[in-house]
Structure formats: C-alpha cells, structure tokens
C-alpha cells in the first residue's frame, strides 16, 4: 500500500474531477458514479493536489494561508485526507 | 421539501445485440419505439444539470445503437454533467470508442457476462465475449476509467476469484459483482438464475480478501442480493430521492422497475420541463417520502434507512407497490422469498433461459 507521509507528492487521478457544486456552493470530487463533498478545509487541500506539490509543502502553504494555523496539525489533516483519496483509488499512482 | 437529484440514467434505447436473461429492461421493451430525438436529450441534460444532477449514466439496452451517442456525450459534458457510458462494448470499434473519449466520455462501465467465453456467450444470447475483452483493453489504453461489470446469477457465481484476475487483467479500475435482482427479465427468469444460499456465502467470503488486497488500486464491490437478508436493500436510496430516470420514450421515472407498477402514469419530458416534474409529478410523489408508509413500515424504525424496500418487488410479489419489500423478515409476504430460496437449495431449474428478442414460449423454462 502506497506510504503518505510528508515528501509524497498527491496528484487527483484521472477518474477524479474537483468540481464547485454551483447548487450547494462547495466543492466535490466526482468520480466513476460516486461524488464525494468537501468541507471548506478538505477543499483547500484537494485544490492543491496537483502533482506539484509534496504533503509537506501543502501544509506549509495553508499555514502560511490561515495565521497562526498550528503547521503540525495541519500536515496530518493532510495526511489524512490524501490517504481517505488513495483508499478511495482516487490518487494517480 | 423537493430532494435534489445526483444522478441522471438516460436510457436511450432499449435496442441491444445482447439478450441476457436478467435485463433490467421491461419485458414489454418492444412497445417503446418513439425515442427522443438529439435535441430532446441535449435540452433535458441541461435541465438535469439546473436541477442538481452531477452524474449522468449513458445507458440502455445499448447506447452505443445511438449513431446521435458522441453529440449526446459532448452536451452533457459540455453542462457540466460527469459521464458514465454503461455498455455492453457491442458493437464498437476503437476508433468511435476513441471519439466518445473526446467528446467527453468520462468512465466506462463494461458488462461481462462470465469468466469463461462459451458461458457469457450463452448467458448473454450473443457471442461478444471476445470483442468485450478487446474493448475494457482499449479503454484502458485511451486512459479512460473502466469498471467491469458483472452481474451474479447461479451460473457464475462461482466465479469470484477467476472474474477478479480478469478484471485485474484488462486492468480495471472498479469491479462491480452484482448479484440479479429479481425483477423485470430476472423475475421472470428467476427459478433458473436464483442461486443456493450457500453459493451466495463462499462467494462473498471469496470476494471480502480481494477487495483487502486490491484497495486503493482496484475497487472491488460485491453487492449482496436482496432475497439473501433480513432486511430490504435501501432502493434507490428512496423512491424519486436521489435518482432521476428517463425511460427513451421520454417518460421520468425513479427505477429501472418503475413501469412495471401499472397503476402508475409518467409525465413525459416532451410535454414539460424536468424540474417541474420531478417536483410534482403524483407517480414521483407517490412512494416520495413517508405518507405512503402502511405498518409495519410506518412505526419501524429503519424507515429512514430503507425506505420500506423496493416498491416495484413490493408489487410485482404482493400486487400492492406500498406494502413492506417481501425481502423484509417482517413482511408477510416474506414466504414468497423463501420457498424460492428453498427450491434454489434443492436444485432450481435447468438452465434453460427466457431471452428477450424470441417468441414467449421459446427457450421457456421447463420442469
């Protein structure tokens, strides 16, 4: 099973589509006939899953986005989410 | 309060090669010959999508008999809509598999019938193993997602570990073992498709280690029938609640079933717009909700959780579509269930299946 831990670079799968729900105003990841909705927290993490970033700077940079965030606490928010994607297959792997 | 639709299943013809015992179909398919033009479809995805559809099913019989297929998936994804093309692969050729991945296609689902070619040739009425093999590799090399889908009788339920090396093979993204339900062609097929109890067990004590080993690459579902438990399965997660269906004539509907319930008279989209509808039309109100509830639904208290079962096996097994799902230990008609389980035990019937597209009488089954 794929480790997350602060070097591994998410990037959302090719079955995953991030999409802003225009009727409930949040964000959902929409995949093969499931839809899973976001929380503000989760959304802002999801957006960064890009490929380009690791855990570790995702972390970094929502600190820095939300001061006087703990960054420990939000690197295992991370974590968290990345593995709730990875069980779900939702990750490129 | 009106519930918001998530899913849209488009049923765009029931025209199909394949003639599987266990179709979801109606039985009186054939009288369904007025279907909705191009433009009808393409106006009633973007009414889905003001209604809060997110997922849109491509569905049939076989929507690939649809030559309109490619301007339908791009519409849809053009509003938005995530699309789910459900076929049986037959016919299809890379090249238009490859111009429905442009124009939108999001995921296919593929039908297989068996882990072996001479059985799902049999049980689908059609000899397309071959070619469905071909086509769950070309969606994979188009990088599309793929779900194979199986759909679990007596016949091949006994399968599980060969079905989930297939699908591991072609290298499917998700695995969908369904055992039948038992309605429309199933339900007439059904002494002939029910399996044993025991068969039922080792396949889903077969199927629990895959899905471990496999999480995270292969999503592998392994859906329980209904006749098997105690309790009724949350249809539809509640009549006209989270699913919209189109039938191809144009008519809205909540299940695949739902036409089988006689008394019940769908409003068409031809005549007015979805949203409209699906808020007030009385045959997606009537089993909406709770009001419709008789006891022993009415005080129990997984109301909420099954919504009293499936309506269209309430009818078809008791004749009155608001009594408790058979399937519910507390339904009295619960009998009905069992002494077909108990036949299945003993040895069921030949198998000597009722196919779609033949004369009644032909291929009936006989004691």
């Known amino acids: 099973m794929l480790v997350i831990d602060a070097a591994f670079v998410p990037r959302l799968g090719r079955k995953a589509r991030l999409k802003l729900d225009r009727h409930a105003n949040k964000y959902m990841i929409i995949y093969p006939e499931r839809g899973l909705e976001l929380n503000d927290a989760a959304a802002a993490i999801a957006k960064k899953c890009d490929g380009s970033r690791s855990v570790a700077v995702i972390a970094a940079e929502l600190a820095a986005e939300h001061e006087g965030a703990p960054r420990d606490a939000i690197e295992q928010d991370v974590v968290a989410f990345v593995s709730m994607l990875r069980d779900k297959g939702l990750l490129q792997v | 309060m009106t519930p918001r639709p998530y899913t849209l299943i488009a049923e765009l013809t029931y025209r199909c090669p394949l003639r599987c015992p266990y179709c979801s179909n109606p039985t009186d398919y054939l009288a369904y010959k007025n279907e909705l033009t191009t433009e009808d479809w393409c106006r009633v995805f973007g009414e889905a999508e003001e209604l809060g559809v997110v997922q849109l099913h491509l569905t049939g019989g076989e929507p690939l008999a ?61 000899a397309g193993h071959a070619r469905k093999l071909d086509v769950m590799r070309w969606v994979k090399e188009l990088d599309l997602p793929l779900t194979m889908n199986v759909v679990l009788h007596r016949a091949n339920l006994d399968e599980i570990d060969e079905l989930v090396a297939l699908a591991e093979e072609v290298g499917a993204d998700r695995l969908e073992l369904a055992n039948t339900q038992y309605l429309n062609w199933a339900l007439s097929n059904r002494d002939v498709l029910l399996p044993t109890r025991e068969q039922i067990e080792r396949a889903a004590e077969k199927a629990a280690p895959h899905r471990e080993r496999l999480r995270g690459r292969m999503d592998v579902l392994f859906v329980k029938p209904d006749y098997f438990g105690a309790t009724p399965k949350a249809c539809m997660d509640g009549w006209a609640r989270r699913f919209v269906q189109i039938v191809p004539d144009g008519r809205v509907v909540p299940c695949h079933a739902a036409t089988s319930i006689t008394a019940l008279v769908f409003e068409n989209v031809r005549g007015r717009p979805l949203k409209e509808i699906w808020a007030s039309s009385p045959a997606l109100l009537a089993y909406r909700g709770e009001a419709w509830m008789q006891e022993p639904c009415r005080s129990c208290d997984r109301r909420a959780i099954d919504f009293g079962g499936c309506r269209c096996q309430a009818f078809a097994l008791t004749g009155d579509a608001a009594a408790t799902d058979p399937a519910c230990h507390l339904s009295a008609h619960r009998a009905s269930i069992d002494t077909a389980h108990a036949a299945a035990d003993a040895g069921g019937q030949a198998r000597r299946y009722l196919y779609r597209g033949k004369p009644p009488n032909e291929g009936k089954t006989t004691p």
Do not use: C, F, M, W
Request: aromatic content about 4%.
């Open chain 2, 66 to 126: 649809r030559k309109d297929l490619e301007v339908l998936a791009a519409r849809a994804r053009e509003v938005g809509l995530y699309v789910n093309l459900v076929t049986s692969g037959i016919p299809l050729t890379r090249e238009r598999l490859l111009g429905l991945a442009q124009a939108g296609v999001d995921h296919v689902q593929v039908s297989v019938q068996s882990s072996r070619a001479e059985l799902a040739d049999e049980i689908g009425g059609y």
